[in-house]
């Protein structure tokens, strides 16, 4: 079996990939932050450049998938998105390269965020970045000084959209509407109802991670994108159909970008490209799933 070293794999993201690659033949090795009593996962601070070492000869993984990192976006530290989601990613890369593993693949993980406001609809990887966050400007970062590995290392970046499954914080919108809905609260508080974001699956998530690892192909940049555009009003219409009853909705001027973009979705015509079409369930399915779960 070939081993899966998972940095960051107590997050939403990662215990459904660990699950996802398990069940596809992988020998699967994580890190957390925090000591659990899952088996091969082991404590790291990604800030520490010797804890990195220390697993990393322990493991010797043939595949790498680094996803530990600050994603919210209104994360309180500004300084902490840098150190952990710049740094981290740094102290990673220098550690395998100074190791000289045998890896078969490496991916990176950042994030859509760092194109900023672009007035496009649809974003694809020409775009020159212009991160808008400190959490979008660390993730830039990170992928600037990591494309410097891009000849020592099979390292591949991926940019993902919104996406979202059971086990997602309720600080994100899609699980902050579904929260609503299990609690039969009767009132939400949201912003613009009629703008167009992707509200992508994990699962989808899960086999474009599986088909990269499993790909020929390193030195480039993906987003992980469906070019899938749901209406947030659609949303909420679908859980009041799943819930059986309708939901009073409070819009919050809080909540709304200054010249927020009606339609913003990823460009998928690279990815595919490189790695062949993903199809993905219906949204319905997936806010059904996490209604019930």
């Known amino acids: 079996m070939k081993k899966v070293l998972i940095i960051g794999g107590n997050s939403f993201t990662g215990k459904h990939l660990s699950s996802y690659l398990h069940n596809h033949g992988y020998d699967i090795y994580e890190t957390s932050l925090v000591p659990n009593n ?6 790291c601070n990604i800030l520490h450049k010797d804890e990195i070492l220390k697993i990393l000869k322990i493991v010797k993984p043939d595949f790498i998938i680094h996803m530990a990192a600050i994603a919210f976006v209104g994360h309180g530290k500004n300084e902490n998105f840098y150190n952990i989601n710049t740094i981290g990613a740094l102290n990673l890369l220098e550690s395998v390269v100074e190791l000289k593993q045998s890896l078969q693949k490496l991916i990176l993980v950042s994030s859509a965020t760092v194109y900023g406001n672009q007035h496009v609809e649809v974003l694809d990887e020409s775009l020159c970045p212009r991160p808008m966050n400190h959490y979008g400007a660390s993730k830039y970062a990170m992928e600037s000084l990591a494309k410097n590995y891009f000849e020592k290392l099979p390292l591949i970046i991926v940019r993902p959209f919104n996406y979202t499954g059971i086990g ?3 600080d994100f ?5 579904v929260t609503h809905f299990k609690n039969k609260r009767t009132k939400i ?4 109802l009629n703008v167009y974001r992707e509200f992508n699956d994990i ?3 899960c086999e474009i991670y599986t088909k990269l690892l499993e790909s020929n192909i ?5 987003n992980i994108a469906s070019n899938r555009g749901i209406k947030i009003l659609d949303v909420i219409e679908i859980m009041q159909e799943i819930a059986g009853y309708k939901i009073e909705i409070v819009i919050n001027s809080a909540f709304i970008r ?12 690279k990815l595919f490209e490189a790695i062949g079409h993903v199809k993905q369930k219906p949204f319905y399915d997936t806010l059904k799933e996490m209604f019930e779960a």
Request: hydrophobic share 30%.
């Open 38 to 43: 899952q088996k091969q996962t082991y404590v």
């Open 258 to 269: 200054k010249d927020e973009i009606k339609t913003l979705t990823g460009s998928n015509k």
């Open 173 to 177: 919108l899609i699980p902050k509407i």
């Open 168 to 170: 997602q914080k309720k």
């Open 218 to 222: 390193s030195g480039e940049i993906f």
């Open 189 to 192: 508080e949201l912003g613009n």
């Open 203 to 205: 699962d989808f998530v």
